[in-house]
Every structure is written in structure tokens, then in C-alpha cells.
């Protein structure tokens, strides 16, 4: 195990505002800027009295119908607005005031949230939030009525989203001004699962958010492994640090081929969170972190390739999906497994044609050094056998033609089993976090096959997304069921609105949540099995562990 320490952390340029050391790597974890949001039953009449410096109200079409005969000081002007066609029909389309009679708060805007869904809620809440960016508010109060679970869920994760900025690194850092929201509702007890499930998904978002926009020499690979022990001292959550040392004994040749290259030496974090009994297999998450990715010898083009310190963007997502389940604790066990490294040209970097050998015992031919992600892939997710999980999903930035299919809606989904797919579909739906299932036919892994080695690494041009998920699929164990995410598209923007989005924290959690509530309904199951039911058969063998299995195929 690695004793990591803050030595290799660099520090910011001297400035008229000197930040002096750069060795408490847990200020992300808390953060001064957090919004805290508070649940509270109230009607519209009474949140216009809250003492805040704006107020948000929300209103669905259909609830707005049903009160053209309310006499609160809010609908009596949103009335009078809607007489005068004032206000256009439409999500997002919204009404401003400034000291509004009866009205505490000096600002008030009205947005429409057109039919209530969770879509529809943050299209909202977005547009809203835009109208008072710049204004430094230290208050908000929300007032959504009575809305539904996934809504308010939604709603919170959009506020949220629309005050972010990111000041790691800025000698004169100007940090979210809004610390306070205060969210109304008809009846708090009635969407108390929505909106604890959206606080934690925030924490968990904004932490993944950190991660992902910090340059790359504030992000190496000791840097989140530092992350990932800070955020271990959470309740229900540990770590384990493994480095080079350790990961050559395990014989991940795959994974150390692509750190070679690089000065900053690679680490294998391993984080754990126990929120079920521990006889209840876990969730497997398997994070690709390249902190930074030049495409080593195959070096990548210029243009954008600062974009690349986003490479470690399923890494990122997996400590973002850790520290909202310390947050929420649902009752599931979690593993976490990140490879981390950077991906560099040097005299001792991979080179095309080179053939590296697996933990699993196959050999690669490293026919592309850009195509590094799922060399790093392959060898965590066979480490990840040995906890026999009831899932295993990869995360990562993996493929240019991810992008290129799906754009930035939806992430790439791969998995072997109908079930798992659904699940994770249904997952990202409920949490606004979109997938689409892509194809896994058995004829995508011809291109992979090599003269020199088991496989190649890449397959060619065509179906590239496809191919990357079929190299993955090599080693993960027969009847393990596995799903792989491909978020190159989603992970983060480009443009003036460059940064981290946090995807796809809301779909893990929202799965893990799900996960846990169908482990709730196994349990009785269990307890109503007969201890020792009278043999009417022989009894079946038992399923080989990954480890019987592995010895099984050596003798074979």
C-alpha cells in the first residue's frame, strides 16, 4: 500500500491573494460554497413572506389553471399577466418583479414548468436560475407546489447546476454567493426521498465536477488518490492505495504500459462503501482516470488537446458517486476501483506494436497508444472478479465515435444482460442522466484479432464505440453480468461553457438507490427458505470463484 503525502502538490503562483499551501486536498469534499437547501411545507402565500434575497416560484401548467381564482399577492399578478398574454406558454418562460407588494423577497421571478415532469422542472429551474445569475444573492427561496418526487429530485439538482463555478485555481477566486435555498412545497413529507436523493446527488456532482476541471497538474494521479483517502473518513467508506509496486505484483502489464510513459507514477485506488450486510455482493464501479492523455506515441493534434485533463472523467464520476452515498447511505455495498495514471510520450512510453500481457494472462498488441483507456480498463476490471459482484459497470471517457454516434444527450451503453441494460436505462430516465443501449454482436470483435498477440487494441474506423466495448468484454468472466458506459460525449462541454458536468453521478445513484431497494425485497426471500429442505436429488455443484475458474482454464 501507498502512504501518499502532499509533497508532489504544487502550489499557486504567488498573488494578491496567496492560497499558501495546496496540502488539505479534503477543502473540496467541504467546500465553503455548498448550497444547503431546506425542505419546508408551506403555501404559496407564505413563501412570498419568506425573508430571502429572491424567490423562484415554479408553477405547472395545470396548477396554474386551477388558480385563476387565488388571491395570494403572486397569483393575483401572475393573473393579470397571463390577461395581458404577458406570458408566453412554455417551459422555461418566465415573468420578473422588483419590490412586488406583498411580495418579502425584493425579486421574484414566475416560470412556467409546463406539464411537472422532472424534464420539464429543470428546463425551468435553468432558465430561472439564468435570470438572476450575477446578482450575488446570499437567498433563494423556491416554491414548487406539488410537485412529484422525481420532480423536486430534479429541481434541486438544477439549482444547483446553475450556480456552480469553479475557483480551484484562480489567484482571486469569486465563489458561489448563494449559500441558502429554502424549497417549498405543498407537503415536504410527501417528497422527502426526492429531495434527499437530489442533495446528495449534488455533493456528489460538484465533487466530480472538482476533480474534472482541475488542470492536470492539479489532478495527478498521488492528487486523487489523495482525494479518495480524504474521502474515505466518511461514515461506511474506506480505501486502499495501491501503487506501482503493488500493481506490478498483481501483474497488470496493461495498465503499466500506459503510465510508463509518464513521470507521475500510477496508482490503483480501491474505495469501498458497506451500506448492507456484508453477505450482500457488491456493485462494482470501475472508473477510467487518465488524469492526462496526449495519445503518448500516437500523439493527439494540438487543437483542444487541453481538453484531454477530462480523460479522468469516469474516475471523477465514481468519488462523486462515493460521496453521495456517504451522504444518503442506502442500504448497498459499493467497490470502487479507479486506475489512474497519465498517458505521456518519452523514451520509455508504449509503442505501437508493442504486446503487453494482461492481469488476465492475454496478450495485447498496442496497434494505437490513444486507444490507452482500455488497456487500463482491462486490467481493473479483472481485479474486479475477486469480489464476485452482483454488477460491474465501467465508466469512461473511452471513444471519439461515442461522440460522434449520441452527441452530448446521451451516454453509451453496453451490457451482456437484458436486465442489467433496462435497469440502467430506467436509472438515467428517473435521474435525467440519459443513456442509449448500444449493440454488442459477437461479429464487432473480428477487427480485434492479431497476428501477434490474443487481440489488438483498436479494430479500425468502423463501429469504433462498438469494438472498444467488445475489447472490454474480453475480460469479464462468463455469466458476470457487466455493463459498460461510454460518456466521452457527456463527461464534459467544450466551448465558453467549457467544464465538467458530473455525469453520470445522477444515473449511478439513482441505480444504486434502485440496487438497494431490490436487495430490500430479496431479503424476505431468504428468510422464508427452508434451513435444510430433505434432499430429493444430488445436490448441485457449487459455482467456481473466479479464482477455481482461473485454474480451471489453465489446465484446460
Known sequence: ?????????????????????????????????????????????????????????????????????????????????????????????????????????????????????????????????????????????????????????????????????????????????????????????????????????????????????????????????????????????????????????????????????????????????????????????????????????????????????????????????????AELKPAVNVVGLIPACENMPSGRAVKPGDVVTSMSGQTIEVLNTDAEGRLILCDALTYAQRFEPRALIDIATLTGACVIALGGVRAGLFANQDELAQQLQEAGAVAQDLCWRMPLDDDYAEGLKSNFADMGNVAGRQAGVVTAAKFLQKFVQSGQAWAHLDIAGVAWKSGAAKGSTGRPVGLLLQYLVDEAARIAAEQPARVEKPASPAPTAAPAAKPATPKKAAKARKKA
Open 1 to 325: 500500500m501507498v502512504n501518499s503525502t502532499s509533497r508532489l502538490a504544487p502550489k499557486l503562483r504567488a498573488s494578491s491573494r496567496l492560497i499558501e499551501e495546496w496540502n488539505n486536498i479534503g477543502w473540496i469534499l467541504t467546500r465553503t460554497d455548498i448550497m444547503n437547501f431546506e425542505l419546508k411545507s408551506v403555501s404559496l402565500a407564505q413563501a412570498a413572506e419568506w425573508e430571502v434575497d429572491a424567490l423562484l416560484v415554479l408553477c405547472a401548467d395545470e396548477v396554474l389553471a386551477a388558480s385563476r381564482h387565488a388571491q395570494d399577492p403572486v397569483s393575483v399578478w401572475v393573473q393579470s399577466a397571463l390577461a395581458a398574454k404577458d406570458l408566453e406558454e412554455g417551459a422555461g418562460k418566465l415573468l420578473q418583479a422588483y419590490g412586488l407588494p406583498g411580495v418579502t423577497a425584493r425579486r421574484l421571478v414566475f416560470v412556467r414548468a409546463g406539464d411537472g415532469s422532472a424534464a420539464q422542472v429543470r428546463k425551468a429551474a435553468l432558465a430561472a436560475m439564468a435570470s438572476l445569475k450575477g446578482l450575488k444573492l446570499k437567498s433563494l427561496g423556491v416554491y414548487a407546489g406539488s410537485l412529484a418526487v422525481a420532480a423536486v429530485n430534479a429541481l434541486v439538482q438544477a439549482v444547483a447546476d446553475a450556480s456552480y463555478v469553479y475557483t480551484a485555481t484562480k489567484s482571486l477566486p469569486q465563489p458561489r454567493a448563494i449559500r441558502r435555498v429554502d424549497l417549498g412545497v405543498t407537503d415536504a413529507g410527501a417528497v422527502r426521498s426526492g429531495f434527499e436523493l437530489g442533495c446528495a446527488t449534488v455533493r456528489g456532482i460538484e465533487l466530480a465536477k472538482e476533480w474534472a476541471n482541475r488542470p492536470a497538474n492539479y489532478a495527478t494521479p498521488t492528487l486523487l488518490a489523495d482525494a479518495a483517502r480524504q474521502l474515505a473518513r466518511k461514515s461506511h467508506l474506506s480505501a486502499e492505495i495501491l501503487g506501482p509496486a503493488e500493481v506490478e505484483a498483481l501483474g497488470m502489464g496493461a495498465f503499466m504500459a500506459v503510465s510508463q510513459g509518464s513521470e507521475q507514477p500510477l496508482r490503483f485506488i480501491v474505495l469501498k462503501y458497506q451500506g448492507a450486510h456484508k453477505s450482500v455482493a457488491p456493485v462494482v464501479l470501475v472508473g477510467k482516470g487518465v488524469t492526462f492523455d496526449t495519445g503518448g506515441i500516437s500523439i493527439k493534434p494540438a487543437a483542444e488537446m487541453d481538453e484531454m485533463k477530462f480523460d479522468m472523467g469516469g474516475a471523477a464520476s465514481v468519488l462523486g458517486t462515493f460521496a453521495a452515498l
